[in-house]
């Protein structure tokens, strides 16, 4: 399997100044369930925003350009191609593309399931989820998730590709 795993708003933003727009700590948690023991992949950009610390009892995947980079705890990979060949390696373990924007777009057309956390309010941001081809998917399942602020009202949803 070769998964997305993300949280957007309204609007499609995922991300301000490095980090997340919000705090939401059962998607926190739903993120760990979904990514626990599996291959998880991001970008450079993501990885600093998390303050460079891999994602524990995971195996981190950092994507950068620069062949001089390196990251305590992490596997450093340099290419789609190169991640591809990472994970072939280990078919016993899931893929997840963990983002961030740049991330997403390189691997839309190999994910075959989305795990995205659809949060119904508006939130000021600079990242924008690419544009997914949500017409290639099906809902398979989907969670509503009720909370006291309204902005904070989500639903956990996995699609995959019939
Ligand atoms: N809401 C969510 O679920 C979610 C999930 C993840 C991230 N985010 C947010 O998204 C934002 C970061 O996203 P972003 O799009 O700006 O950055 P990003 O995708 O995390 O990282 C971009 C970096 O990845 C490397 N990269 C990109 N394409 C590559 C390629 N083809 N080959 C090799 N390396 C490549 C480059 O690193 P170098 O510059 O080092 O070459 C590039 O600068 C943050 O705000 C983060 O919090 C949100």
Do not use: C
């Amino acid at each position: 399997m070769i998964a997305f795993v993300w949280a957007q708003d309204a609007n499609g933003i995922i991300g301000k100044d490095g980090k997340l727009p919000w705090h939401l700590k059962d998607d926190l948690q739903y993120f760990k369930q979904r990514t626990l023991n599996q291959i998880v992949v991001m970008g450079r950009k993501t990885f600093a925003g998390m303050g460079s610390r891999p994602l524990p009892k995971r195996t981190n995947v950092v994507l950068t350009r620069n062949v001089a980079y390196t990251a305590s705890g992490a596997t450093v990979l340099h290419s789609r191609a190169e991640v591809l060949a990472f994970a072939a390696k280990q078919p016993e373990r899931d893929l997840m593309i963990i983002g961030g924007s740049q991330v997403f777009k390189l691997f839309m057309d190999d994910v075959d399931t989305l795990y995205v956390t659809r949060i119904r309010g508006e939130f000021a941001g600079d990242t924008t989820m690419p544009t997914v081809p949500w017409a290639k998917f099906e809902l398979v399942d989907s969670e509503h998730v009720a909370m006291a602020d309204p902005q904070l009202v989500h639903d956990f949803e996995t699609w995959r590709r019939p």
